[in-house]
């Protein structure tokens, strides 16, 4: 088997195509958090805590000098962010407890016998007339 064969394998199994089509919402999802919480979430809290914007939230380490940018210290993005991750985290723990959920549901739920075919049925009834006639006294 070729190395290209052996890859083409791969790249079509479910798993891998599952994967990459999570990965891909995951990444959507994570711009719609972002935009959540940096347009939704911050506002309100930044007015009540006194109309500060968060990504505004810097220590400046140096001052800007001629054409070198100032270096600062941004904790009010990384504040924003760390929102951010606990919202997707939050989200993350919700979809997994309802599959988990689910789960246990399918499990608990009890299985009937299945029911049996023609042939079984006529088998069954051939092995009885069977039994019957082997217990007739000669």
């Keep these: 088997m070729g190395v290209i064969s052996e890859f083409k394998a791969f790249a079509v199994k479910g798993n ?11 990444a959507a999802f994570g711009k719609i958090v972002s935009s959540f919480v940096g347009d939704v979430v911050m506002p309100p809290i930044g ?10 939230l ?13 270096v600062v210290l941004a ?12 919202i997707v985290a939050f989200a993350i723990f919700m979809g ?3 599959i988990n959920r689910l789960k246990r549901e399918e499990a608990v739920a ?24 082997n217990n007739k006294p000669l």
């Design 47 to 56: 007015l009540l805590i006194g109309g500060v914007d968060f990504a505004d």
């Design 96 to 98: 997994v407890k309802a």
């Design 16 to 26: 891998v195509v599952d994967m990459a089509v999570g990965i891909i919402i995951g």
């Design 110 to 133: 009890p299985s009937l016998p299945p029911t049996p075919t023609k042939e079984e049925v006529l088998l069954g009834e051939i092995r009885d007339l069977l039994k019957a006639q």
């Design 75 to 86: 904790y009010g993005k990384f504040i924003q962010s760390v929102i951010d991750f606990v």
């Design 58 to 70: 810097a220590i400046t380490l140096k001052a800007a000098q001629g054409d070198l940018p100032a």
